[in-house]
């Protein structure tokens, strides 16, 4: 599964049109997105005090079948590889979602689903 964390603006607008985009696909031509181990450091480095943000749950397998090219590029800054996707994410695609914020110094917690416990 693949993650984005988006603002809750956007979400609402993929509702009428069926389709989630955000102002990254129009700047850069992709969609940034994160594996689950990378979210809570995307949401401490762009995302802090932010209270209107939706956490997207995608799977990969429903992008490619609808022709949506996803590509793991290599983030110096990070010094890891992220999935961008080309092109705007169908709603079959986004398999769930939760509220999510972050407090001003950008923590977050995860959805319960998502944590991971035990050794």
């Keep these: 599964m693949l993650y984005r964390i988006a603002e809750r603006a956007d979400w609402l607008a993929a509702q009428e049109t ?6 990254d696909l129009a700047a850069e031509g ?9 979210l809570l450091e995307t949401a401490r480095r762009y995302y802090a005090g932010r ?9 990969e397998a429903r992008l490619q079948a609808a022709g949506v090219r996803v590509e793991r590029e290599f983030v ?7 999935a961008h ?13 939760w509220p999510f ?3 001003a ?11 991971v416990t035990g050794p």
């Design 18 to 23: 069926g389709l989630f985009a955000s102002a």
């Design 30 to 38: 992709f969609i940034h997105s994160s594996e689950r181990h990378q």
């Design 51 to 59: 209270a209107d943000l939706v956490l997207l749950e995608i799977d």
């Design 76 to 82: 110096a800054t990070r010094g890891e590889a992220f």
């Design 85 to 97: 996707l080309f092109g705007a994410v169908p709603l079959a695609a986004v398999r769930r979602l």
């Design 101 to 103: 914020a972050t407090d």
């Design 105 to 115: 110094e950008g923590q977050a917690q995860l959805p319960q689903e998502l944590q």
